[in-house]
């Protein structure tokens, strides 16, 4: 697993609910992190300026 997906925080969350009998706490505690991990990683995979502005990336050649 490259990277941990908005999905699997919850799941982890729901998971220490059940273990520790306080699925209700844990559970929303998993959803504020989910949000959290999905804006995080769209954020990151923003398209960069250099990229925008159609310069060759590696290992292209522009003509």
């Known amino acids: 697993m490259k990277r941990l997906t908005p999905f699997g925080v919850l799941l982890i969350f729901g998971l220490i609910g059940l273990l520790t009998k306080n699925f209700g706490l844990w559970f929303a505690f998993g959803i504020v992190a989910f949000?959290?991990?999905?804006?995080?990683q769209n954020r990151r995979e923003a398209p960069k300026p250099a990229e925008q502005d159609g310069e060759a990336k590696d290992g292209e050649t522009e003509v």
């Open 35 to 40: 949000i959290v991990v999905g804006v995080m």
